[in-house]
Nanobody, 117 residues
Framework: QVQLVESGGGLVQVGGSLRLSCTAS????????ISWYRQSPGEQREPVATIRTSGATTYEDSVKGRFTISKDLTKNTVYLQMNSLKPEDTAVYYC???????????WGQGTQVTVSS
């Protein structure tokens, strides 16, 4: 069973930056597309960025131009660089297989991002 671990969240002021990391048991990132998701209180979990095995990336409209998803297969890590953060980016962030896949791995604990105004 794949175990996902997200880290790198924290408290940041509006306009600040954070880099989130997603690591997994086993070298799976070379074989699967990966997405970052976020979930705000009372809201459904939503995808914000996806990186395919080819390296191609897609973003949800509200984060385009501010967030960058990348991966380092040597470190078995997928990153989410978040710049120009806004209060509405406040959420718990998770990584997992993309929304278009039929199955997901077990969700990790996520990492809390809080943007203060």
């Amino acid at each position: 069973q794949v175990q996902l671990v997200e880290s790198g969240g924290g408290l940041v002021q509006v306009g600040g930056s954070l880099r989130l990391s997603c690591t997994a048991s086993g070298h799976i990132f070379r074989s699967y597309d990966i997405s970052w998701y976020r979930q705000s209180p009372g809201e459904q979990r939503e995808p914000v960025a996806t990186i395919r095995t080819s390296g191609a990336t897609t973003y949800e409209d509200s984060v385009k131009g501010r967030f960058t998803i990348s991966k380092d297969l040597t470190k078995n890590t997928v990153y989410l660089q978040m710049n120009s953060l806004k209060p509405e980016d406040t959420a718990v962030y998770y990584c997992n297989r993309p929304i278009y896949t039929d199955t997901k791995w077990s969700w990790g604990q996520g990492t809390q991002v809080t943007v203060s105004s």
